[in-house]
């Protein structure tokens, strides 16, 4: 990383500001009309007295005044509406602020994730980046509307609320001065237990989250190995802990609750006492007391709502930790500066190459070149680090040693949209989405014609089995292409990797679920029609490579052979075992 992990919490905190920035005005007028709201709220205990006092007992006249209780509740009712109004706006641009703030916090998580590594997706478990893009950025914005509109709100009954008690009496002010330090420490109190758990809780979720998506994601194979009552079990277990979280943080509240509720009603219950007192000497009126009792109510009740308000808010900062995690990650792999404009088209080189996902290197001195138009082999045994060479060509990941060229610069020089664009890649696992095949396979090249994506799927063996489908190229594949067969799916990703047309197409035992037959038609096809494209195809089966230029051999992450099918067969006695073994297995 280019800066401490100190500097980059702060400028996160710092960019978390500048989001809500944006959204100045909502965030101005929010506390501005809820100024309003509770205006209209504080007012309406000083008219009750007026028309206890004035109205109905006479104090001021001698006599009820049935004209006062008319004129001063019709103003009542003016006032309740203009609060009723303000507060209705408050909540309008209070939601505004607080949601679009939301909204381009989500899209820069979404976008960030877009940006990283392999390396740094696998670090992030998938139900945890699930967690912070969804939940976690909704107890934010609901941090931030608290804020702007509870706090707010609160804030100004209570001290609005103590200054109205001392000009109706000063006895009063003091009964709320003397009980309000006592509520203010309960809440303080149970806050700060609650608050370490509220990063549990959200760590809980994650847990959940991830049982969830994997066996969604791996529905079938939970099935054929009838783990239906394991897989119940792992997630019983994953959201009991989560409940077992919740629970204490609802516990801690639940005994604060009655302890809010004993001060609250002690506090009525001295006023009542202090006003019978000062009532009896005519220093007080029944309205003032009533007035006072009002008051005394909505301070200690918007203290108690301030303690709900410090839940969202911990919970929101939590979540907020946990974002600037995601966000100050910054993506491993920098663009380079070269945008891919060469002579060249499709030459690949290798140079004494190491690489690893661990300490431990996968590929070690790995050397070789593919020169434009050629077919490159490779084959190895499972775990021999094929995938792993190959995914440093698009750079998905970066090498430890060495060097990786496509046109003679290295890939680290390109910037990495040149340089991807300049290579298809069909991997063995086929990654479809939930649109039509069509769709689908444009996914290669979003500007190409019918026509180009019928004659990429007929490469690709699909288009017989495509045109059998109740609407041909504009039926629907379902989530992960869970429709569809094992071949079926590999071949709408090998035809949009043919519509890509890139300069080098790469395929990663894509043809595994592929029968030899229609193996065959396809590197046919894809020889006859595309002559000058540079082909690495990784495969387990030599049948599948028998026909390529050059093969290499992979054995414990090195070269252990390298030439064409006849030169090995006669230098090779790794690749001769393979031969011989796939030979009898097929015999």
């Known amino acids: 990383m280019p800066f401490s992990d100190t500097e980059a919490a702060a400028k996160e905190t710092k960019r978390m500001f500048k989001y809500l920035k944006k959204y100045w005005l909502f965030a101005l007028l929010t506390p501005l009309f809820m100024l309003g709201e509770v205006a209209a709220d504080l007012v309406q205990p000083k008219l009750m007295r007026v028309i206890v006092d004035d109205g109905v007992l006479g104090l001021s006249n001698g006599s009820s005044d049935f004209g006062i209780i008319i004129k001063t509740g019709l103003l009542m009712i003016v006032i309740v509406a203009l609060g009723g109004f303000a507060g209705v706006m408050s909540g309008v641009f209070g939601n505004l602020c607080s949601q679009n703030f939301g909204n381009d916090i989500r899209k820069d998580c979404f976008k960030r994730t877009m940006e990283f590594s392999f390396a740094q997706t696998d670090r992030f478990s998938t139900g945890s980046v699930v967690t912070r893009i969804t939940n976690d950025i909704t107890q934010l914005q609901n941090m931030v509307l608290q804020s702007l509109r509870g706090f707010v709100r ?19 002010g003091a009964v709320a001065l003397c009980a309000l330090p006592f509520v203010l420490g309960l809440v303080i109190y149970f806050i700060s237990k609650a608050n370490p758990i509220f990063e549990v809780l959200q760590s809980k979720l994650d847990r959940l989250n991830c049982v969830v998506q994997e066996n969604v994601a791996g529905a079938r194979v939970v099935k054929a190995y009838v783990k239906e009552d394991y ?36 506090a009525i219950v001295a006023i009542i006492w202090v006003g019978g007192i000062r009532t009896q000497s005519g220093s007080a009126t029944p309205g003032a007391v009533m007035a006072a009792l009002t008051y005394i109510t909505q301070i ?50 290798f140079k004494n190459v190491s690489f690893g996902y661990g300490e431990k290197n996968i590929l070690t001195d790995i050397s070789f070149k ?11 045994e499972t775990g021999c680090g094929k995938t792993a060479l190959i995914s440093l060509i698009p750079r998905f990941y970066d090498v430890r040693k060495g060097s990786v060229s496509i046109d003679g610069v290295d890939v680290r020089d390109y910037k990495l949209k040149d340089l991807r664009d300049k290579v298809s890649v069909s991997l063995q696992k086929s990654e479809l989405f939930n649109q039509t095949i069509k769709e689908n396979i444009m996914w290669g090249n979003v500007n190409a014609s019918d026509a180009e994506v019928e004659k990429a799927s007929e490469i690709a063996q699909a288009k017989e089995f495509i045109d059998r489908q109740p609407n041909t190229f ?114």
């Not at 609160?154 to 009063?172: V, Y």
């Not at 600037?324 to 499709?346: I, R």
């Open 300 to 349: 200690l009740n918007a203290v108690m709502r301030t303690s709900m308000i410090f839940q969202t808010v911990s919970r929101g900062v939590a979540s907020a930790n946990r974002l600037k995690e995601l966000l100050v990650c910054e993506p491993e792999l920098k663009d380079g500066s070269f945008n891919g404009d060469t002579d060249l088209k499709g030459t690949v080189e």
């Open 370 to 380: 593919v020169e434009k138009g050629e077919t490159l082999g490779i084959l190895g």
């Open 231 to 266: 897989e119940n079990e792992r997630f019983k277990k994953a959201n009991n802990e989560l409940v077992g979280t919740q629970l204490r943080v609802l516990e801690l509240f639940s005994y604060m609750t009655p302890l809010m509720n004993i001060f609250l009603n002690g």
């Open 154 to 172: 609160t804030g100004l009954l209570i001290i609005g609320g103590i200054i109205c008690l001392l000009t109706l009496d000063l006895s009063f």
């Open 474 to 587: 504009d039926n629907m594949v379902s989530e992960k292409g869970a429709s569809l067969s094992g071949g079926q799916k590999q071949r709408i990703a090998i035809s949009r990797s043919i519509l890509k047309k890139g300069e080098i197409l790469i395929f990663d035992d894509c043809t595994s679920a592929l029968d030899l037959k229609t193996e065959a038609a396809l590197f046919e096809g894809l020889n006859r029609e595309y002559k000058d494209l540079t082909k690495i195809i990784v495969a387990q089966r030599i049948a599948s490579v028998k026909g390529a230029d050059k093969l290499i051999v992979i054995d414990k992450g090195r070269i252990a052979a390298e030439g064409s099918h006849s030169e090995l067969m006669k230098t090779s006695e790794i690749y001769r075992d393979i031969y011989y073994s796939q030979m009898k297995e097929e015999g």
